[in-house]
Every structure is written in C-alpha cells, then in structure tokens.
C-alpha cells in the first residue's frame, strides 16, 4: 500500500546556484517510481506516494539522484503525511496568535540529544523565540530572517536542519489534503 510522503530538498533554487526546475524535480522523482508528485512553486518542496516505509531509503535515494542527475548536493528530509500534518498542526506560535509572516518551521533529520536542546537558552535570542516539537523546532523571528539572533541550528544541535516558512509549510499541508483521500490523512485547512 502506497503512503504519502512530502520531501524537503534543502539548498535548492536559492540564489543562481543550484537550480532545479520543479519539472525537472517532479520527472526525477517519478522516475524513482513515486506517483502523484506535486511540487510547491520554485520551493524544492514535493508531495508523492510511494510503497517505500523507509524514510532514510528514500531520502539518500532523492539526494543520490539529484547528485548524479543535477551535480547538485542537496540533503532531503521526508515525512508521512501524518507526521508533517502534526508538526504543522502543534506550532504553538499560532495558538498565542503570532503574525504568520513571522513564523517557520525548522524540521530535523533526528532528535537531537536532550543536553544539546538544554544548552540553548530559550531567552538568550530575544526577540526571536523558538520551541521544540518533534523532530522540528518552531521559530518566531519578529525582525524577519536577515535580523535573526538564533543560533545554525545544524551546528548547535548535531543533526541536519531544513527550515520553510510558515506560508510555504502551510502550502504544502494544503498539498496533502489533496492527497489526503488516498492515504487515510485528515488534513483540514490549515491555522494561521
């Protein structure tokens, strides 16, 4: 039974270097056998079905690819459907009722260790703030990306990050919807 997965290809279609049309993107993956692929705009971002149950597989099997096909390195992150529709829906940020142009979501390849998230010290970045999920870290950046306090969270925490905007998270949870039907995922419309 095929499940929907949505990939987070990270380092892509940022600035002139490493482009990849979303065509091109869309082709690869389905020439690793996924189906019903759908991209967000420019985003690096893509929705799939695949009978694949392993996200490590797939994730060293989109990188694999982009490498050999792109001469592009580009780390890729995936979750289920369900998990991704939980992390959107858990931002605590949007319960207090934070400006959405305010917000991303930094998800995380693992979780890292307890002492390395201890070590960061949740007022020490004021006015940007951020809170642990699972496997993702909220982040409220009031003064945008460019004014940002917060620490390279790959370096501070160990494992590898890929972070999206809210609008662009948000997006692609209504992406899921659309393939919600085939894969037993409630995905209501989106807060925020």
Not at 22 to 46: F, K, P
């Amino acid at each position: 039974m095929s499940q929907t997965w949505v990939a987070l290809v990270r380092g892509i279609n940022v600035g002139r270097a490493k482009r990849i049309a979303m065509l091109d993107l869309r082709n690869l993956l389905e020439s690793l056998g996924y189906s019903e692929v759908r991209t967000h705009v420019q985003s690096g971002n893509a929705v799939f079905l695949s009978g694949q149950r392993n996200a490590a597989a797939i994730e060293e099997e989109i990188s694999k690819r982009i490498r050999s096909d792109f001469r592009v390195d580009a780390s890729v992150l995936v979750r289920t459907a369900t998990e991704f529709v939980t992390a959107v829906d858990a931002n605590p940020f949007v319960t207090r009722g934070v400006a959405p142009q305010e917000l991303h979501v930094a998800f995380l390849s693992a979780e890292p260790a307890a002492a390395k998230k201890a070590a960061l010290g949740q007022t020490a970045f004021s006015p940007d703030e951020f809170a642990f999920g699972k496997r993702v870290i909220y982040v409220r950046l009031p003064n945008g990306i460019m004014g940002s306090t917060l620490p390279d969270w790959e370096r501070a925490l160990g494992v590898r990050v890929t972070q999206r905007n809210w609008n662009t998270s948000t997006k692609l949870r209504v992406l899921l919807s659309a393939a919600a039907s085939g894969c037993g995922v409630s995905a209501p419309h989106p807060r925020g």
